[in-house]
């Protein structure tokens, strides 16, 4: 069964700074992946969608695929304190079910 | 957009008691799923339902039922709870010629004492 990880657990950047995620996988069958973002006590909101080894930019954020390392990154462009939250990779694997990452929490610094 | 609406938001219970979850989608989507979410555990998927009358088990489907009434409506149930079920509980569809893009409700917040 494809497994799922996130790293760093908790991160902190001053506003304006590059935030960088990871996300590894452990079945590089999928070809379905995306980043949702989760503020305290809110519901899951999806940021970037990428289905192949690349990148993908939505807005401020960007996905970097690269299958053949099991990894897939979100670089976040020059964030805001608003966009401190907790960050889940998901990976898409048989008919519709995702598998999600335990999340990373992100906190930027004024 | 999906409109995914899950009831009630939140809901304090003993243990032994039951508990149904409900949520309604609204944008006719073929496919429905129950996840819980717990800290270090990102969000985990309980059972899931490909249309009305049909059910699928999960990665941790113990301790949990579901039924599927309608193309709408799905509903979790826990007819024993256990301390162990405490959790945030999302319910999510999808249309099925797109699966993984999932459209999440805005979560119950279930305590179980």
């Known amino acids: 069964q494809q497994k799922v990880q996130q790293s760093p657990e908790s991160l902190t950047v001053s506003e304006g700074a590059m935030a960088s995620l990871n996300c590894t996988f452990s079945d590089r069958s999928s070809d379905n992946f995306r980043w949702y973002r989760q503020h305290s006590g809110k519901g899951l909101e999806v940021l970037v969608s990428?289905?192949?080894?690349g990148e993908k930019e939505e807005g401020s954020f960007t996905a970097h695929l690269n299958r053949a390392s099991l990894h897939v990154f979100l670089h976040i462009r020059e964030p805001q304190p608003s966009d401190s939250a907790l960050y889940l990779c998901a990976v898409g694997y048989n008919q519709g079910k995702l598998i999600f990452g335990q999340g990373t929490k992100l906190s930027i610094k004024p | 957009e999906a409109a995914v609406t899950q009831s009630p938001r939140n809901k304090v219970t003993v243990t032994g008691g039951n508990v149904t979850l409900s949520c309604r989608q609204t944008n006719s989507h073929n496919y429905m799923y129950w996840y819980r979410q717990d800290t270090g555990h990102g969000l985990r998927l309980i059972h899931y339902?490909?249309?009305?009358?049909?059910?699928q088990i999960g990665d941790v489907p113990d301790g949990y039922k579901a039924t599927r009434t309608t193309q709408e409506d799905f509903f979790l149930l826990l007819e024993l709870a256990s301390p162990s079920q405490t959790s945030l509980y999302f319910c999510?569809?999808?249309?099925?010629?797109?699966?993984?893009?999932?459209?999440f409700g805005p979560g119950t917040r279930l305590t179980v004492l």
């Open positions: 999510a569809s999808s249309d099925r010629d797109r699966e993984y893009e999932q459209y």
């Open positions: 339902s490909y249309g009305a009358g049909n059910l």
């Open positions: 990428i289905f192949s080894d």
